[in-house]
């Protein structure tokens, strides 16, 4: 009891001297302690009466990193804020809005809008996660043979068959074999699994080619206006500058060789070294496919500029029209007689986009050619430094990669759901396209591909001067209207980049189709109310 006790009276004391020299600031100086001694003391001072405390915290706007504060990503921006504000009222209090669902039209996220994932794949990621079921014979039951043995092949590939583990920093080797493998045969050129880095989506993989290319602001990326807001921020985080061009609207979205030669002239008059071009095919957010055509000439651009190609195509499995064909830039180069000597190339493809839509799983690689081994020992070190990318991701993107295939038992119900579900996003990017071009002072063009709708607004006069005098741009005001009116949420045009006196809003066709009659009569419903409370 004694021992309890003292010890307790210990604890007390030691609490008591602690609290009470923490309650007060205390400024420290070291002094000599003695005449015969070398040693020093540390000596707590108490603050002066008329000293000015210390604020309560120690980082401020003024104290971070400005590039973090020069960075926007419009697409989780103010809009979806507020969004999210009126869901909550809607759960807290329904009937309270006048609408009783948000229908998030926002961000490419079709899982969260309906959307199933593809079975196989989920069987195979379920079966890689807990191996244990393998072995038990009612999974024979449960699983098709193709996936049980795209398991097994899989574990076979993984160190201890440990999908909880680290990987090597380029993703599991295995894996990336079956992706070049995949890359070969759509393209009909060779693929080293080497030049594959396996990343956490393709945002990663962005932001490492910007680490590696920006070394100040007077290292440019050209970069397509309107762009995914990914490559301003990356760019505005990294500390380069963005070089814009801008994709003509009059002609479906086309991308003129001649605004590139342009651009890249006026950002050499003004000093800034320009590293690379950014093209994004299928585009994001404006929907259209290049012409190989086209390809061609910018492939021709780059090697001519001496600029890198980041070719962002990870909406490559989204083409609506007849017409028109994904085609790599991979392909389109080597098929030009381009090697690794002659073009340095960076191909982005991720599971969150296609007939898959698996953004939570943050699946994705970057195909790396055309750089020297110095160079790609330094991609290298900065996926190190990461680590490894999730494993379940790689599995996913192996699988996207190589699909099942005629003569395998889950080929049948693996087609009917990838068309089934690429079908029914061309039947609602028409619906859609054409809603938006039924609306007074809106030119919508064509979807040919991608996720989204990138309408033009004419909006009224007096509309544009009452967005002025709130400080807000025109097609912002729009957004935050349709919003608090109809509940669907779509984003401003200005957050993605646009010639200057234009106004958009972009769209998804995510939401399910049985949701879009809704959006569509509320949009024609709001639109007209909007352009009469503002007519000229």
């Not at 099942?404 to 990017?429: F, M, N, Q, T």
Request: glycine share 8%.
């Amino acid at each position: 009891m004694r021992k309890f006790v003292a010890e307790r009276t210990k604890y007390l004391v030691r609490r008591t001297i602690y609290f009470g020299l923490s309650h007060h600031s205390f400024s420290c100086s070291q002094s000599y302690s003695s005449s015969s001694s070398s040693s020093t003391t540390t000596v707590l001072h108490p603050p002066s009466m008329g000293s000015t405390p210390r604020s309560s915290h120690s980082v401020s706007l003024n104290t971070i990193n400005p590039k973090v504060l020069k960075c926007e990503y419009a697409v989780r921006g103010e809009i979806v804020t507020h969004a999210q504000r009126l869901q909550q009222m809607l759960q807290d209090n329904p009937g309270s809005l006048p609408f009783d669902e948000i229908l998030s039209c926002n961000i490419g996220n079709p899982q969260s809008l309906g959307q199933q994932p593809i079975t196989f794949f989920r069987e195979v990621l379920a079966l890689t996660d807990h191996p244990n079921i393998l072995d038990r014979s009612e999974t024979q039951g449960l699983f098709s043979a193709d996936s049980i043995e795209r398991a097994w092949k899989i574990l076979d590939q993984i160190p201890g068959r440990a999908t909880g583990a680290y990987s090597h920093s380029q993703g599991i080797k295995g894996l990336r074999d079956t992706i070049a493998s995949g890359i070969a045969e759509r393209d009909g050129f060779p693929s080293d699994p080497n030049d594959i880095f396996l990343t956490d989506g393709a945002s990663p993989a962005v932001h490492m080619m910007m680490q590696l290319l920006l070394r100040s602001e007077q290292d440019g990326i050209l970069c397509p206006i309107p762009q995914y807001p990914l490559y301003s921020a990356s760019i505005a985080l990294h500390g380069g500058t963005l070089v814009p061009y801008y994709l003509d609207e009059a002609t479906g979205w086309g991308l003129e060789i001649s605004e590139l030669k342009s651009q890249l002239e006026t950002a050499r008059s003004k000093g800034i070294t320009v590293r690379a071009l950014v093209v994004i095919n299928p585009g994001n957010p404006t929907g259209q496919v290049l012409a190989e055509e086209n390809q061609r000439q910018i492939v021709e651009f780059c090697k001519t500029e001496g600029l890198v190609l980041l070719a962002d195509e990870v909406y490559q499995e989204n083409v609506y029209v007849p017409d028109k064909k994904f085609h790599s830039f991979k392909k389109v180069s080597r098929s030009m007689g381009y090697g690794e000597e002659d073009l340095s190339l960076v191909s982005f493809q991720s599971v969150s986009k296609g007939y898959y839509g698996e953004c939570g799983k943050r699946g994705g690689y970057m195909e790396v050619t055309g750089f020297s081994p110095e160079i790609r020992e330094q991609i290298y070190k900065v996926a190190s430094v990461n680590l490894c990318s999730n494993i379940s991701g790689q599995i996913l993107a192996s699988l996207v990669m190589s699909p099942p295939k005629v003569g395998d038992e889950s080929y049948e119900s693996y087609s009917a759901e990838r068309d089934g579900i690429l079908s029914s996003l061309a039947r609602r990017a028409k619906t859609l396209e054409d809603a938006f071009n039924s609306l007074e002072g809106v030119a919508c063009n064509k979807a040919e591909g991608a996720m989204y709708l990138f309408p033009c607004l004419h909006l009224p006069e007096k509309a544009i001067k009452a967005a002025e005098a709130v400080k807000k741009a025109p097609d912002a005001l729009y957004a935050q209207r349709l919003l608090e009116e109809t509940g669907i949420v779509v984003v401003p045009g200005s957050g993605f980049g646009q010639v200057p006196g234009t106004w958009h809003i972009r769209c998804t066709i995510l939401p399910q189709e049985d949701k879009i009659p809704a959006i569509v009569d509320r949009l024609k419903a709001f639109h007209k109310k909007f352009m009469d409370e503002f007519r000229d």
